[in-house]
């Protein structure tokens, strides 16, 4: 939908591990959002980017970090994943910040087991 | 921070009868976007409302915006199996950032 996909859909992993997640949008939006969701607690965001390395933290930043080297893709990672960490994580995008339509991914099922 | 609430967290209705969820934040907002989540599902914008007071209709679909801008409501008249899902409000700030309510889970009995 709108150009944005994510990488991978779903990713198990061991508690400690590294991970990376991905999203890429094709329509040249300028400001990109990482956000998780969990029961009860709605969209939190996490961190966001409002142009290539251009980055600020959300409500939910501690344990991630993003980079943006390109307009095109945001990178999630984990840098030791959690088990507080499982969760459903979606990638939003927009041309022009709380005033536009944020389009979404489809969003990446995360499980640290 | 900025919080903004939204009730109910479910609600079960039978088909043919209406619906509202609330959504309420702890500042005055800069403007408010509905958004809709079909199971399994991904985040759909349905609307925006920037003006004090403004009502924004779309079939079975009213959006309202609170007089003090810190409030909002979607009403879905005579409900359908197809408005079955979850709905989001999202309070705009002056950093180019949503803060997203909890979400109203809708649930309709055919």
């Known amino acids: 939908d709108a150009g944005i996909t994510q990488s991978p859909r779903h990713k198990v992993t061991e508690t400690g591990t590294p991970v990376t997640l991905r999203c890429h949008q094709t329509?040249?939006?300028?400001?990109m959002y990482w956000y998780r969701q969990d029961p009860g607690h709605g969209l939190r965001l996490i961190h966001y980017?409002?142009?290539?390395?251009?980055?600020d933290k959300g409500e939910v930043s501690d344990g991630y970090s993003v980079s943006r080297s390109k307009t095109e893709d945001f990178l999630l990672t984990l840098e030791s994943a959690t088990s507080s960490q499982t969760s459903v994580y979606f990638c939003?995008?927009?041309?022009?910040?709380?005033?536009?339509?944020?389009?979404f991914g489809p969003g990446t099922r995360l499980t640290v087991l | 921070g900025q919080q903004v609430m939204q009730i109910p967290q479910y609600q079960h209705v039978q088909e043919g009868e209406d619906f509202t969820t609330y959504c309420n934040s702890s500042?005055?907002?800069?403007?408010i976007q509905w958004y809709k989540q079909r199971p399994g599902g991904h985040p759909v914008f349905l609307i925006q409302?920037?003006?004090?007071?403004e009502v924004k209709k779309q079939k079975r679909l009213t959006f309202q915006f609170g007089e003090a801008k810190k409030n909002s409501s979607l009403h879905i008249t005579a409900t359908q199996t197809t408005d079955v899902g979850t709905y989001f409000c999202?309070?705009?700030?002056?950093?180019?950032?949503?803060?997203f309510g909890g979400g109203t889970r809708l649930m309709v009995k055919p």
């Open positions: 409302l920037v003006k004090s007071g």
């Open positions: 329509e040249n939006h300028r400001y």
């Open positions: 999202a309070g705009g700030n002056a950093g180019n950032m949503l803060t």
């Open positions: 500042t005055t907002l800069s403007n």
């Open positions: 939003g995008a927009t041309s022009g910040g709380q005033y536009n339509e944020q389009f």
């Open positions: 980017s409002y142009g290539v390395k251009d980055t």
